[in-house]
T-cell receptor, first 110, second 112 residues
Framework: NAGVTQTPKFQVLKTGQSMTLQCAQD?????MYWYRQDPGMGLRLIYY???????DKGEVPNGYNVSRLNKREFSLRLESAAPSQTSVYFC?????????FGQGTRLTVV | GEDVEQSLFLSVREGDSSVINCTYT??????LYWYKQEPGAGLQLLTY???NMDMKQDQRLTVLLNKKDKHLSLRIADTQTGDSAIYFC????????????WGLGTSLAVNP
């Protein structure tokens, strides 16, 4: 029982490159979230999906897009990476309001 | 708006009790959570309390909720070096589309 799986675990991008962070859950929860975690700033919500087929912006959506491909998968795309997007990214699947987190993707943009 | 605040650092000696505090601004809270994040890992749910409860105990963990003061605390008895981590307070508020509002996290250092 994997819970929430994120790939990749680590990534280094050059400024301007694009990439997609993948997230999959096997818990059959409706809601999925993408957060970024930066030192001294806690968790900030980028985008969330309350159910399959819907997505909404969180606190810091600029520079990101998301796709809720199906109930299991929720991907986060950086179209043109910037150094300010260097961060640790966490995906979470939410049951009611209890959050189950993936292990994170550490992204560095140089 | 809704806000959750925590002190950023706490240092204790092994064997002592740790108390991590959290305050929140909105009185329409429903569930209040404590998550633990170990270095290089994701967040894991430690415990939670429903807003109509005052206290919840689970082995070494005691959660106290003072709803009048909008204050939540997590007490860890007999703190061990393995308890060194960042502890996040999170609050869900009624009518907020079930979103969680997070504190910045308290970094707990346990010294031998």
């Amino acid at each position: 029982n994997a819970g929430v799986t994120q790939t990749p675990k680590f990534q280094v991008l050059k400024t301007g490159q694009s990439m997609t962070l993948q997230c999959a859950q096997d818990m059959n929860h409706n809601s999925m979230y993408w957060y970024r975690q930066d030192p001294g700033m806690g968790l900030r919500l980028i985008y969330y999906s309350a159910s399959e087929g819907t997505t909404d912006k969180g606190e810091v959506p600029n520079g990101y897009n998301v796709s809720r491909l199906n109930k299991r998968e929720f991907s986060l795309r950086l179209e043109s990476a910037a150094p300010s997007q260097t961060s640790v990214y966490f995906c979470a699947a939410i049951r009611d309001t209890e959050a189950f987190f993936g292990q994170g993707t550490r992204l560095t943009v140089v | 708006g809704e806000d959750v605040e925590q002190s950023l650092f706490l240092s204790v000696r092994e064997g002592d009790s740790s108390v991590i505090n959290c305050t929140y601004t909105d009185s329409s809270s429903t569930y209040l959570y404590w998550y633990k994040q170990e270095p290089g890992a994701g967040l894991q749910l430690l415990t939670y309390i429903f807003s109509n409860m005052d206290m919840k105990q689970d082995q070494r963990l005691t959660v106290l909720l003072n709803k009048k003061d909008k204050h939540l605390s997590l007490r860890i008895a007999d703190t061990q070096t393995g308890d060194s981590a960042i502890y996040f307070c999170a609050v869900s508020f009624a009518g907020n589309n079930r979103k969680l509002i997070w504190g910045l996290g308290t970094s707990l250092a346990v010294n031998p």
